[in-house]
């Protein structure tokens, strides 16, 4: 761990108790003294070591905040037709504010690369050398899923500038997500909470095992993950296609788990904070990996975007109720820019269409086999079936350039054979994720996120043991960044 | 009801605590299971020249997840299976090992120390060697030099061996044993007894050496204890005395560095460290011994090792013997030449390099011939 990365976790950790001191002590009062501690946003987090940027980021996020609250004001006027032409605009501002930022260099780079190879001529597009906000892609997604449900009636505008600083700045899910709807957080601003006994200890319960998730099994995966990639993120020594294909695909599992115990723990850590300061933030992640279809996946992975996707871009292109070509675009279209949204380069995109094509191909020809009734058997082959399509994707995703993909893809099924390597690598795996997979396949059979609530005591002292332990003991040493704060 | 409400509480009691056996029990098992913690119990004495010292007549075990071994103490506190009387016999070239864990053989047994495989070679090379090993854990060159002094000279050493490890920079000043005073070695304090007497106390009881050589889960809490809350307390009682010291101008730093005002800490420890160096040097010379350093080096990985031994200036008299086993490590490339799961110490194998590249080293630099050294001369005896 940097000597940043501890005093941004010391400086999240002193915030917490101070926000959550205060709300004891406040008791549930509301008013401006009930979410101040909300809008004091951990800028740590926000803008990078470098401190020049600090105002400009700032000066972003406050314009992103007063965008919305302009947008709430007006979205009082009665004409419909103004109240379309503001919601475009603050749509617009917003994208502008995230391209710029986030995809200019990307477009820039490509554009200029387009045109050298097409026309043979060297456009003069300027470079932007900035820094990317923590978070900006959370964040701008959020204020707009407010400006549209206001547009659309589904959430009452707020015209306090700080509630609405509040909602966009609620410091547990601001850098990673979830991405909350105005719809239900914003009244958590203005309604009185409680904290009981078992918001207390369910809050800290996702706390640690949000940190069990990351710091014990994601960062672990990591080791593997990034041991194995490494001489393959720099182009010129990929030419050697490894024999241990048996490493690669141990690697792509690996990466599976740490992409999920990553994003997933910061999603539970954030959803643990927030129950400790008496709100209730929407799960992310319901069990992805037990998924029996690409589609299950989906609904199941990432909740907060997927969902985001379907109401604000798939629904309103048509949805699929406007034919199957139309349902295939929309579908593509949802997962390229799903794709995209996760970093400006060419293989988001292409896991965006990887994604997008598998589901069309199912949609085409699965919905009829999806009526049919599925014993147990056939249910575990779909999930196993599932689970494959999905760390292909992870591949696409982890990988740094194509050529990466096609070595594995030919280490693996050209020459599937186990090193020693390999053999320390999956003992490592299966090392540090055997409780996390012993505990979902709990959550999947009981059917239930929490089934510590129904653990008879004993067991549930023993969990807790071991998930106590396990943190103090087997935590990764080295400390990894949470993937999704590059996003 | 009184009755009943105490039998309430009485249950209450008896939950909470069986409650509390039972995390202990599963904290232990977890341990056991999942991240077994090296096991090396050591109790001190306090000596009478008021430094730690190592236990007489004791014998136990050091238990990790890579080895068990036993250690035993003699009479006098030293690692071996006998008592070695001051008095030297005739024709015995006697070698006074000086040194901290690694030097007292921490990670093996007392046949497989280095010190007993360079007396072995020795030995079966015709040279009537006995080597005697004042290694104490956690040691730094001061305490050595006063071991040296109070206790080493003695066995009538023909030949210092002082086990050096980078650590030795900071236990240097840590000790305050010894100071610098316009670029001269002073006597700083008559003793030096970190947790000496607490451990002195507790190891007296059979329980608490059961407990300190059994409970994984005890060396655990120790080991949470050190790194969450003592250590992070020295750090800011240390960056806590250094504004003081600024402020004040005279602090304990500040006074060591009255020789030179830009001195960085690290400079202050490196030429403590060598005049502590010299001293022993000339304490060896002036009981007619020769001096010998073993480097040990930093291992950072299987094949690669550092040196952190100060370079200084060579000349008659503050020119060391340094042996560094650096090249031989690497022609071992890949073995395990140091424990990876136990603190670091030398392997079996690791042990047997060394023996044999100091014996090697003493014959080729002369360091057991039969000459007598000179007060200004080179190491010759």
Redesign the interface.
């Known amino acids: 761990m940097t000597a940043m990365q501890r005093l941004r976790a010391s400086m999240f950790l002193i915030f917490v108790a101070i926000s959550f001191l205060g709300l004891q002590w406040r008791a549930v009062k509301v008013g401006f003294s009930e979410w101040y501690p909300y809008i004091i946003v951990d800028w740590n987090n926000l803008i990078s070591a470098n401190p020049k940027y600090q105002w400009m980021l700032l000066g972003v996020f406050l314009a992103i905040v007063l965008f919305n609250v302009v947008y709430s004001f007006l979205s009082l006027l009665r004409s419909e037709h103004r109240r379309r032409f503001f919601l475009v605009f603050s749509i617009f501002a917003n994208l502008i504010i995230l391209g710029v930022f986030k995809y200019y260099n990307f477009f820039a780079d490509n554009f200029s690369a387009l045109a050298e190879a097409l026309f043979n001529i060297t456009p003069n597009v300027g470079v932007l050398n900035i820094i990317l906000p923590v978070g900006i892609s959370f964040y701008t997604f959020q204020t707009m899923s407010y400006t549209i449900d206001v547009y659309r009636r589904r959430t009452e505008a707020s015209c306090s500038l700080l509630e609405v600083a509040a909602y966009v700045s609620f410091f547990p899910q601001l850098v990673a997500g979830p991405i909350e709807r105005g719809e239900n957080l914003l009244p958590q601003f203005q309604c009185s909470r409680t904290i009981n006994y078992v918001d207390l200890r369910e809050g800290i319960w996702l706390i640690l095992w949000g940190l069990y998730k990351k710091m014990v099994v994601a960062d672990n995966m990591a080791r593997i993950v990034n041991r194995t990639f490494a001489p393959f993120d720099n182009l010129s020594s990929t030419s050697v296609i490894p024999e241990d294909g048996v490493r690669l695909l141990v690697a792509i599992y690996a990466f599976a788990i740490q992409i999920y115990c990553d994003f997933s723990g910061y999603s539970d850590i954030a959803r643990g904070t927030a129950k400790l300061l008496g709100f209730n933030i929407m799960v992310n992640f319901k069990l992805p990996y037990f998924a029996k279809s690409p589609i299950d996946f989906w609904r199941r992975w990432h909740i907060s975007l997927s969902t985001w996707l379907r109401d604000y871009l798939y629904i309103p292109l048509g949805g699929n109720r406007a034919g199957a070509f139309k349902l295939y675009r929309n579908l593509m279209i949802t997962m390229l820019l799903g794709g995209l949204w996760h970093g400006a380069a060419w293989t988001f995109v292409l896991w965006g269409v990887f994604h997008g094509v598998i589901l069309i191909l199912y949609r085409a020809f699965a919905p009829k086999s999806e009526e049919v009734q599925s014993n147990w058997w056939t249910s575990v082959l779909k999930g196993i079936l599932t689970f494959h399509i999905v760390c292909f994707g992870w591949l696409i995703f982890r990988a740094q350039n194509l050529t990466t993909i096609g070595i594995f893809l030919q280490s693996i099924f050209l020459h599937p054979y186990c090193s020693a390597e390999a053999i320390d690598c999956l003992k490592n795996l299966v ?1 540090y994720s055997w409780f996390l997979i012993l505990f979902q396949v709990l959550q999947a059979s009981s059917k239930i996120l929490n089934p510590m609530v129904n653990f008879p005591r004993f067991l549930r ?2 969990v807790w ?2 998930v106590i ?2 943190l ?3 935590a990764s040493k080295g400390g990894q960044e949470f993937i999704y704060f590059a996003f | 009801m009184l009755i009943s409400q105490m039998h309430k509480q009485i249950r209450w009691v008896i939950r909470i605590l069986w409650k509390m056996v039972y995390c202990l029990i599963a904290c232990e098992l977890f341990l056991r299971l999942f991240s077994p913690v090296p096991l090396l119990p050591h109790g001190y004495r306090v000596t009478a020249y008021g430094l730690r010292g190592n236990e007489f007549n004791r014998d136990y075990r050091h238990k990790t997840p890579e080895y068990c071994i036993n250690i035993r103490t003699n009479s006098k506190g030293v690692r071996a299976d006998r008592e070695i009387p001051y008095e030297k016999a005739e024709g015995v070239k006697r070698i006074v090992l000086l040194g901290d864990s690694f030097g007292m053989g921490y990670g093996v047994n007392l046949e497989d120390t280095f010190s007993s495989q360079m007396q072995k070679l020795l030995q079966e090379s015709g040279v009537n060697s006995e080597i005697i090993n004042l290694g104490v854990p956690a040691y730094g060159n001061a305490e050595e030099l006063v071991v040296l002094k109070e206790e080493g000279l003695k066995y009538q050493p023909d030949l210092v061996l002082l086990a050096w490890h980078p650590s030795d920079y900071a236990e240097n000043v840590q000790s305050n044993l010894f100071g610098l005073e316009s670029g001269r070695l002073v006597r700083k304090n008559k003793t030096y007894l970190p947790k000496a007497r607490i451990r002195e106390f507790l190891f007296r009881y059979e329980v608490y050496r059961w407990i300190a050589g059994n409970l994984q889960f005890y060396k655990f809490i120790r080991n949470v204890i050190y790194l969450y809350i003592r250590k992070p307390i020295a750090t800011v009682k240390t960056k806590l005395s250094a504004i003081i010291s600024s402020k004040s101008g005279k602090g304990d730093m500040e006074a060591k560095k009255q020789t030179d005002q830009n001195m960085t800490d690290e400079d202050y420890q490196r030429n403590l460290t060598i005049e502590i160096l010299k001293e022993i040097k000339r304490e060896c010379v002036s009981n007619r011994a020769t001096f010998m350093i073993f480097d040990i080096p930093v291992k950072l990985s299987r094949t690669e090792f550092e040196s952190h031994f100060p370079e200084c200036d060579g000349n008659s008299v503050d020119h060391f013997e340094v042996f560094s086993p650096i090249e031989l490590f690497r022609r071992h490339r890949g073995e395990k030449i140091y424990w990876e799961k136990s603190e670091g110490h030398f392997t079996p194998l690791g042990c047997r390099i060394v023996g044999k590249g100091l014996a090697e080293f003493a014959f080729s630099k002369g360091l057991l011939s039969n000459k007598s050294a000179g007060l200004d001369g080179d190491v010759a005896l």
């Open positions: 090392f002292l023993n043991i071991i332990m396990s103090l003991c087997l």
